[in-house]
């Protein structure tokens, strides 16, 4: 019997591409289509987060954001939407990759086509509003004295990382969603603990200070934490976020797309049976 290369699922969708751009635009005409505000939304719901949590954490706790390391800046919300916008594309792609087979059954089981595609057109719709979401961020980092310009490659880059990252994660709750119609339910439940596990509404030396070293090891290992690490180096402090940020950043992109591929291709051949 002939082995498959592992690379055959990568030419499948690369030659589906065409597919795949029409999927993204069908994503983005429809997602905030007949709403007043259209795309406005896309940032006005972030900044009622922040909102939110900067009257709880900064305001009623009097947690208080550090000085930018070599921007000066001192803005708590500032220092929340570094690390919450890149947490919010995160869920974005993962929520909407879990349901992009089941959201689109008849599709599935009438067309032949490489079903990736579905995920990954969830993928890159996201990453056009995180763009958004970055820019006008930018402008007002600018604004506070946070001139990074030089970092942006830097953050091109994380960007890209964690978006092969959710990537991964969505294509293997996308597959196990398919025969297991219970996994959104628990993936909300889990997202919520790894959300106040990463440290977004608080600073990473209040958990250093407070739990056990076995424990501090264990929580070390959670990737959004490395991953809002860097954003708010190359953003809020504006330098460099370190080789080893990036290294690990690529290390669990790399790790969860080949085992979440590797998922969604063994469990893709029975998807139409089980729709």
Known sequence: MQTKSPIEPIRRVAEAHELLWNLTLRELRT??????LGWTWSMLNPLATVAIYS???GYLFGADAPVGIHSGVRAFSLYLLCALLPWNFFMLVTNMGM??????AGLV?????????????????????????????TVVLVIAG????????????QMLLLAFFASGLALALAAGNV?????????????????????????????????APWA??????NPMAVFAQGFRRSMYDNTFPG??????????ALLSMVIGWSIFTKLSLRFAEEL
Not at 99 to 104: D, H, L, Q, S
Not at 243 to 252: F, I, K, M, Q, R
């Open 31 to 36: 997602k905030y289509r007949k709403s007043v």
């Open 216 to 221: 501090l090891w264990i929580w070390k290992l």
């Open 55 to 57: 009257f709880l954490f």
């Open 109 to 137: 089981k009438k067309v032949a086509f490489p079903r990736e595609v579905l995920v990954f057109s969830n993928t890159l719709h996201g990453l056009v509003q995180f763009s958004i979401e970055l820019l006008l961020l």
């Open 146 to 157: 946070s001139h990074f310009f030089v970092w942006i490659p830097v953050i091109l880059v």
């Open 179 to 211: 025969y297991f119609r219970d996994l959104g339910y628990l993936w909300q439940i889990f997202t919520q603990v790894w959300f106040f596990a990463t440290p977004i509404v608080y600073m990473q030396a209040l958990i250093e200070e407070k739990v």
């Open 99 to 104: 349901g992009a087979i089941i959201g689109n």
């Open 243 to 252: 080789w080893d940020n990036l290294g690990a950043c690529a290390a669990v």
